[in-house]
């Protein structure tokens, strides 16, 4: 079946830096990834849908400037929490969508826990 | 617009009884459905969808669901419930043309031995 690999699954950052996470889908083309929130109540926020070889779509209330995504390949997409705070501590999803068909379902790499000291 | 309610945040349910996760959508135009159960910290692994023929939709580890057009529910079911199925459990829509995944809130069940 199809593979995504978001790494890191932990990392732990000073305040003020910048972190930065990959999203890898291991055997198919993705044109179309996700970017996903998760909050201590469970529920996934969308932040942003990233194309390959053109800017991410942010939804709203996002910072598309504090949250960088870059979709460089048809394989890679990244997410970069600049000057990261304590708040934005929290639990990062990718999805991937295959390219090509309108209908399957996405698929999801493992998360990435980010703590915020 | 598009939007998916799951009105219970958790069931509990005994082990080797029947379980029911209920999902209800709200769509323009037809829908596609997705199930997606998620373990404790990690990501969220596909194990049934609907997208077009009969209504009973078989799925990963003995789940299945059924589409009702008329009440637009998508009731996730299993006969047999196993400690293990215990996770987070969440029910998403789109639609044709419409890249995003619209996901419900998720319903934690819990099955106990």
């Known amino acids: 079946g199809a593979v995504v690999s978001q790494h890191p699954s932990r990392v732990i950052c000073k305040s003020g830096t910048s972190v930065k996470i990959e999203c890898r889908s291991l055997d198919f083309q993705a044109t179309t990834m996700f970017w996903y929130r998760q909050f201590p109540k469970k529920s996934l926020m969308l932040m942003a849908t990233s194309n390959e070889g053109s800017k991410a779509t942010y939804e709203q209330g996002v910072e598309k400037d504090k949250f960088l995504i870059n979709h460089a390949s048809l394989t890679l997409s990244t997410l970069t929490v600049t000057s990261a705070h304590p708040e934005d501590s929290s639990f990062y999803i990718c999805?991937?969508?295959?390219?090509?068909?309108?209908?399957?379902?996405?698929?999801f790499g493992e998360g990435s826990r980010l703590t915020v000291l | 617009a598009q939007s998916v309610a799951q009105p219970e945040d958790q069931v509990n349910v005994a082990e080797g009884n029947p379980l029911t996760v209920k999902c209800t959508y709200s769509v323009s135009g037809n829908p596609y459905l997705f199930w997606y159960v998620q373990y404790p910290n990690r990501g969220l692994q596909f194990l049934l969808k609907?997208?077009?023929?009969?209504?009973l939709v078989k799925g990963s580890y003995g789940f299945e669901a059924e589409f009702n057009k008329s009440q637009t529910s998508f009731h996730l079911k299993k006969p047999s419930a196993l400690v293990s199925d215990s996770a987070l459990y969440f029910c998403?829509?789109?639609?044709?043309?419409?890249?995003?995944?619209?996901f419900g809130t998720g319903t934690r069940l819990l099955v106990s031995p």
């Open positions: 999805s991937a969508k295959p390219s090509g068909g309108n209908t399957g379902e996405l698929f």
């Open positions: 998403a829509v789109r639609t044709l043309g419409f890249q995003k995944l619209v």
């Open positions: 609907y997208i077009t023929g009969d209504n």
